[in-house]
């Protein structure tokens, strides 16, 4: 059974940073391409981050580049997303998405709520 | 970036009937779009992939169509169960987007 486990959410001041991870299991972790998707509370799905299998490539969406890094430990099957510079539009859900073979996601953790706040 | 506008933004039906809710994209996604069903406190859940291919252990009554820039997930009969937010997603070219939602709501 596939399974993501977030962790690392919590409250954080604006300005500040957050390491979110993902455990994986149930599936060949280093075969698949991972995503970072999040949503505002009472707000839609917005798209993050995404890494290759290898981790040789990442993808970012306009609004965290330069202050998020998503990166993976294929040896821990592991997936983390850095985010720095935090404010408060960065305040959301996070979930980690595992894509079919193409970029549609057919699982999905939890989730792991960030908020950023004074 | 590829804008997905979904209509209508809500939609109010009685159990049993016919659903129909639109994606429209900013620019042509050929078959590359999803659809996905979220209900509260709850992560999404993959319906339909690449236009009309329905995900595993998905019923029967959800169905997808479209190419290009016009989409369509139809439920034939609502139960009780699918009243929900649903969102569609092309990937097609990044970033990968997603639409603003429809929710489906009990009349």
């Known amino acids: 059974e596939v399974q993501l486990l977030e962790s690392g959410g919590g409250l954080v001041q604006p300005g500040g940073s957050l390491r979110l991870s993902c455990a994986a299991s149930?599936?060949?972790?280093?075969?698949?391409?991972m995503s970072w998707v999040r949503q505002a509370p009472g707000k839609g799905l917005e798209w993050v981050s995404a890494i290759t299998s290898s981790g040789g490539s990442t993808y970012y969406a306009d609004s965290v580049r330069g202050r998020f890094t998503i990166s993976r430990d294929n040896s821990k099957n592991t997936l983390f997303l850095q985010m720095n510079s935090l404010s408060a539009e960065d305040t959301a859900v996070y979930y980690c998405a595992k894509p079919m073979r193409s970029n549609h996601f057919d699982y999905w953790g939890q989730g792991t709520l960030v908020t950023v706040s004074s | 970036e590829i804008v997905l506008t979904q209509s209508p933004a809500t939609l109010s039906l009685s159990p049993g009937e016919r659903a129909t809710l639109s994606c429209r994209a900013s620019?042509?996604?050929?078959?590359?779009l999803a659809w996905y069903q979220q209900k509260p406190g709850q992560a999404p859940r993959l319906l339909i992939y690449?236009?009309?291919n329905r995900a595993t252990g998905i019923p029967a009554r959800f169905s997808g169509s479209g190419s290009g820039t016009d989409f369509t997930l139809t439920i034939s009969s609502l139960e009780p169960e699918d009243f929900a937010v649903y969102y569609c997603?092309?990937?097609?070219?990044?970033?990968?987007?997603f639409g603003q939602g429809t929710r489906l709501e009990i009349k």
């Open positions: 690449d236009a009309s």
């Open positions: 149930g599936f060949t972790f280093s075969s698949y391409a």
């Open positions: 997603q092309q990937r097609s070219s990044w970033p990968i987007t």
């Open positions: 620019q042509s996604v050929s078959s590359y």
